[in-house]
C-alpha cells in the first residue's frame, strides 16, 4: 500500500507499506468506501470533474475508429466508473441527471450503468461481477451509436428501416467487442440480451425468463428505468412515479419485476437528481438518500423568487417550512446552476 487508507468512520484499514496477501485481499479492501488523509496544501478530489472528464473521453473513444477500441481499454474506463460510484454514489446517480456528462446516448448509457452497479451491489455480486456488467452498459449500444442518437432526438415514429436495425443492434455489439477480443461471457451475454423479455417477446433471440442472464435482467431494468427519467425531444422526462408505473404496469411482462422491486425499495420514488418545491417555495434538489432510500433532506438552491442562492442550503424536509411541496423539472430559463455545489464539490 502507498498510503494509509482510512474507512469513512476514520478507521485505519490498510497502513502504508501494508502487503496484501492476495487478490481476495484486495477485492475485500477495494469493495468499500476508502480514505485517505488529505495532506496540507494538496488538491483535493473533484469527483464530478472527473466524471466530465471520463465522460467526454469515453464519448471520443467510442466514435472514433473501431481499431483504436480493445478490452483492455473499454475495462478500464468500467473501473474508473466504478471508482467513482464507489466515492460517491449519490452524486453518481443525480448529477448527470441535471448536469449531463456526455452526448445523450452516453448520457443514458452512464446513469443506466450507475443504476445496474446499485442493483448488482445489492444482489452481492462479486466485484468482478459487476465489473462485468458496468462494461456491458457502457458497450450495450456501441455498434448503433449515431442511430441511437438520432433515435434520442427524433421526433414522431420510428421507421421499419430504424427499426429493424434497432433490433438487431445487441448481436450487432456484441460481435464488434468480440472482433475487439473481448472474451468475457458474461459482458457478451449482457450486451446480447439486454432487450430480451422475461415473457419471450423481445430481441433477438426470444429468450424466455431464467434463459436471460441475471446480468441482463439487471441491464434491461436500469436501461428502461433511465430511458424514462430522461428527456427526450418530443416529450421531457418522466417522474420516478411515472417510470415505476410504466415498470409495474405496461412493461410487467417484459422485465423482471423483482429487479424491478429492488430498485424501487432502494432508492423510492425521490432518488438522487429530484427536483422539488418546499413548502416555503424554495427550490431544492434530493441529493443523498439512506439506505433504505428515505430521503430525509434536501438542499435548496434557488430562494422563492427563482434567484440563485449565495451558497446551497440544507433542509429538513420533515419540519413543515421546509416538506415537499410538489415535484418540478427543469427549466431552461432559470439562471445558471452550479449543480456539482449541491453535493458538496
Not at 21 to 31: M, P
Not at 144 to 165: M, T, V, Y
Not at 282 to 303: N, T
Not at 311 to 330: G, Q, V, W
Amino acid at each position: 500500500m502507498p498510503c494509509d487508507l482510512f474507512s469513512e468512520t476514520g478507521v485505519l484499514l490498510a497502513g502504508a507499506g501494508m502487503l496484501l496477501s492476495d487478490e481476495e485481499h484486495f477485492l475485500k479492501l477495494s469493495s468499500r468506501p476508502l480514505y485517505q488523509q488529505a495532506q496540507a496544501g494538496a488538491e483535493s478530489v473533484q469527483p464530478l470533474q472527473r466524471l466530465n472528464d471520463l465522460g467526454a473521453y469515453t464519448a471520443t473513444l467510442l466514435t472514433g475508429p473501431e481499431e483504436g477500441l480493445s478490452e483492455e481499454e473499454l475495462r478500464l474506463l468500467a473501473r474508473a466508473f466504478l471508482a467513482l460510484f464507489r466515492l460517491d454514489a449519490d452524486a453518481c446517480l443525480g448529477y448527470p441527471r441535471l448536469s449531463p456528462v456526455a452526448p445523450a446516448y452516453l448520457n443514458h448509457c452512464l446513469q443506466t450503468l450507475f443504476i445496474a452497479v446499485l442493483l448488482a451491489d445489492r444482489l452481492e455480486f462479486s466485484e468482478t461481477e459487476t465489473e462485468s456488467l458496468a462494461a456491458a452498459a457502457l458497450t450495450m449500444n456501441i455498434a448503433a451509436i449515431p442511430l441511437h442518437e438520432r433515435l434520442l432526438n427524433q421526433k414522431g415514429n420510428i421507421s421499419n428501416e430504424d427499426w429493424f436495425a434497432l433490433r438487431g443492434h445487441p448481436e450487432a455489439s456484441a460481435t464488434l467487442l468480440e472482433r475487439r477480443g473481448v472474451t468475457d461471457k458474461d459482458w457478451l451475454d449482457s450486451v446480447r440480451q439486454h432487450h430480451e423479455n422475461m415473457d419471450g417477446s423481445g430481441y433477438p433471440c426470444n429468450l424466455v425468463g431464467g434463459q436471460i442472464s441475471l446480468s441482463a435482467r439487471i441491464l434491461h431494468v436500469a436501461d428502461f428505468y433511465c430511458g424514462r427519467i430522461n428527456a427526450r425531444y418530443f416529450r421531457p422526462p418522466k417522474s420516478t412515479r411515472t417510470a415505476f408505473k410504466e415498470l409495474f404496469e405496461d412493461a410487467r411482462s417484459h422485465l423482471d419485476t423483482q429487479i424491478a422491486t429492488l430498485l424501487l425499495r432502494r432508492i423510492g420514488l425521490f432518488p438522487s437528481g429530484t427536483l422539488v418545491r418546499l413548502m416555503n417555495r424554495e427550490y431544492a434538489c434530493i441529493c443523498r438518500l439512506g439506505r433504505s432510500g428515505r430521503h430525509r433532506f434536501a438542499v435548496s438552491f434557488m430562494d422563492a423568487r427563482g434567484n440563485p442562492l449565495e451558497s446551497p442550503k440544507d433542509r429538513n424536509l420533515e419540519t413543515h417550512a421546509f416538506a415537499i411541496r410538489n415535484l418540478i423539472d427543469f427549466d431552461p430559463a432559470w439562471p445558471k446552476i452550479n449543480w456539482s455545489r449541491l453535493w458538496g464539490y
